[in-house]
């Protein structure tokens, strides 16, 4: 598998906009913002260089992302890394005995192909692998 870079790290938030007004303190500015309804969330892009802040808005109570709030309260949900090769990366992530909460590709924020390791397999760590579309 060959990890290209960081691509973002998820924020799981109740409200992005006071988030983001967090970061605005450090010269950061707000991208865009996207709603993925397959995913119950709304997306709030801040670039730090060639990585994101993805600020993680629920829009509904059954959203995973509401669901890891509720638990573990606000905070980093995850961190998304850059493949090369998105099915190759999942295909060694199973042989090497990870669980996968997604066995294929599923689209992302941007349109973008991602797939998740479950936490369990990477010690504590949700990982989203990510390939951007051309």
Same mark, same amino acid.
């Given at each position: 598998?060959?990890?290209?870079k960081v691509? @973002?790290?998820?924020?799981?938030?109740?409200?992005?906009?006071?988030?983001?007004?967090?970061?605005?303190?450090?010269? %950061?500015?707000?991208?865009?913002?996207?709603?993925?309804?397959?995913?119950?969330?709304?997306?709030?892009?801040?670039?730090?260089? !060639?990585?994101?802040?993805?600020? %993680? !808005?629920?829009?509904? !109570?059954?959203?995973?992302?509401?669901?890891?709030?509720?638990?573990?309260?606000?905070?980093?949900?995850?961190?998304?890394?850059?493949?090369?090769?998105?099915?190759?990366?999942? *295909?060694?992530?199973?042989?090497?005995?990870?669980?996968l909460i997604?066995?294929?590709?599923?689209?992302? *924020?941007? @349109?973008? *192909?991602?797939?998740?390791? @479950?936490?369990?397999?990477?010690?504590?760590?949700?990982?989203? %692998?990510?390939?951007?579309?051309?």
């Amino acid at each position: 598998m060959r990890i290209t870079k960081v691509d @973002h790290i998820g924020i799981a938030t109740r409200n992005a906009q006071e988030v983001a007004a967090v970061y605005k303190e450090f010269g %950061l500015a707000v991208e865009a913002t996207e709603e993925v309804p397959s995913q119950k969330v709304r997306v709030t892009f801040i670039p730090v260089g !060639e990585t994101r802040l993805e600020l %993680l !808005e629920p829009t509904s !109570e059954d959203s995973a992302v509401a669901k890891f709030i509720e638990t573990r309260g606000e905070g980093v949900q995850h961190i998304a890394f850059a493949v090369e090769d998105l099915d190759g990366a999942l *295909a060694e992530c199973e042989r090497a005995g990870m669980r996968l909460i997604d066995q294929t590709p599923r689209q992302g *924020a941007h @349109h973008n *192909a991602i797939a998740f390791i @479950h936490p369990k397999s990477t010690k504590g760590v949700l990982i989203e %692998l990510c390939k951007r579309r051309s």
